[in-house]
């Protein structure tokens, strides 16, 4: 079953294979959420500072009814936080938000600020800032690993020329017909989990026509084709969702994908517009 089965991070902590995103679950229903989703077997849960819902997260993992030890909680960086100062102060409030005495996996959230993603403008000395803040926390006990999110090859080679631990993992949007393979083959020379955020392409692919047939053909559902396309490229997949029942459909994977059929979901058409969530940088490429 994919809920007992781990990655391991090249520092030897293990990191199960699927997990829990959270992002636009409101604070209040978050911690019906997590609960809800550890009763079924979630081990991993994915909350953000820009999320707003950190404090939910942290009373669910706590009022989940299994020791901390066997639950994973990674949180984000706020992508504007851009200083040593500014990184340590938010790695503490997180871990006061969240009402927990460590954290299992804090990344940075972007490498540019999201009012300006846009721009040239790459923010190479202020990462390195909130790095050195992440690096010794690590250190200190207060995070069991750390990363980066949304970081192209020269965001992380910013990273690699001068850091005192390597990241861990890179979280990135990858799903069926957006697989950035140059980078995910970078990732994983340099020892860095990519974990794919948005699985099914934010609802898109439901929209797929040859998707929907060749889920069919598997006789799975759309979001389980996209989660395993993702998991067989060596990639950790977090869907998003609030339903007890789709987390259940989410986490029944035992199937697998032909390589003729790998390649076909890899070479598909990127998808052009993601409807309400081009607004947001990462899906409008703005």
Same mark, same amino acid.
């Given at each position: 079953?994919? @809920? &007992? +089965?781990? /990655? $391991? ?5 293990? !990191? ?8 636009? *679950? ?67 409030r997180s871990l006061q ?36 803040? @992440? &690096? +010794?926390? /690590? $250190? ?5 690993? !750390? ?8 965001? *992380? ?67 389980q084709l996209s989660i ?36 076909? @979901? ?16 990462v899906y409008s490429g703005?």
């Amino acid at each position: 079953m994919i @809920l &007992e +089965e781990d /990655y $391991k991070l090249y520092n030897g902590v293990k !990191i199960p294979k699927i997990g829990l995103g959270t992002w636009f *679950i409101e604070n209040d229903k978050v911690v019906d959420a997590v609960k809800e989703a550890v009763k079924i077997g979630y081990r991993h849960i994915d909350t953000a500072q820009a999320y707003q819902n950190e404090e939910g997260v942290g009373r669910g993992v706590r009022d989940s009814g299994v020791k901390r030890e066997t639950l994973f909680v990674t949180t984000k960086l706020a992508a504007e936080v851009k200083s040593y100062a500014e990184a340590h102060d938010a790695i503490d409030r997180s871990l006061q938000i969240l009402g927990l005495d460590y954290i299992d996996l804090m990344i940075i959230h972007s490498p540019k600020p999201w009012m300006k993603y846009q721009g040239d403008d790459r923010y190479f000395a202020g990462n390195r800032q909130a790095w050195k803040a @992440l &690096e +010794e926390a /690590y $250190k200190a006990g207060k995070l069991k690993a !750390i990363g980066l999110s949304n970081f192209e090859e020269n965001d *992380i080679l910013n990273i690699l020329e001068t850091c005192t631990v390597k990241p861990m993992v890179n979280q990135i949007l990858a799903h069926i017909s957006n697989t950035p393979e140059s980078l995910i083959r970078f990732c994983q020379q340099h020892d860095i989990l990519v974990e794919a955020y948005s699985p099914i392409g934010h609802g898109e692919l439901f929209k797929n026509e040859i998707i929907a047939r060749m889920a069919e053909k598997y006789h799975v559902s759309i979001p389980q084709l996209s989660i395993r396309y993702d998991l067989q490229l060596g990639l950790l997949p977090l869907p998003k969702t609030a339903n007890p029942d789709h987390m259940r459909n989410n986490a029944q994977l035992d199937f697998s994908i032909s390589d003729d059929d790998m390649e076909i @979901l890899k070479n598909m058409a990127p998808i052009m517009d993601y409807g309400e969530a081009s607004i947001f940088p990462v899906y409008s490429g703005v």
